[in-house]
Nanobody, 123 residues
Framework: QVQLVESGGGLVQTGGSLRLSCAPSGRTSSTYDMGWFRQAPGKEREFVAAINWSGITTRYADSVRGRFTISRDNAKNTVYLQMNSLKPEDTAVYYC????????????????WGQGTQVTVSS
């Protein structure tokens, strides 16, 4: 069983930056592909970014491409989401997830999820 723990959320003004981190606790495998998702109040969980196990291949939602960067450090077993030029519409709970399937943007294809970290962008 993989347990994921997110950190780095908080309150930031429009145009600001935050870096989220996701690290597993317990037994893990660096061969998992990893994703970040977010869920705003009253909305469905949506894909943000994903990275394959080696870090070579990434995918982004159109709404964050060019502003967010996903990366990973397998030596530290940590995945990051650098968020720049934040907008009020980025406000949501951000979740990291792990999958043993091919790189995917579909939440249902992820096997393990963290508890989420709140990101609030004030206007």
């Amino acid at each position: 069983q993989v347990q994921l723990v997110e950190s780095g959320g908080g309150l930031v003004q429009t145009g600001g930056s935050l870096r989220l981190s996701c690290a597993p606790s317990g037994r893990t495998s660096s061969t998992y592909d990893m994703g970040w998702f977010r869920q705003a109040p009253g909305k469905e969980r949506e894909f943000v970014a994903a990275i394959n196990w080696s870090g070579i291949t990434t995918r982004y939602a159109d709404s964050v491409r060019g502003r967010f960067t996903i990366s990973r450090d397998n030596a530290k077993n940590t995945v990051y989401l650098q968020m720049n030029s934040l907008k009020p519409e980025d406000t949501a709970v951000y979740y990291c997830a792990a999958t043993n399937r091919a790189l995917t943007t579909t939440p249902g294809n992820y096997n393990y999820w963290g508890q989420g970290t709140q990101v609030t962008v004030s206007s």
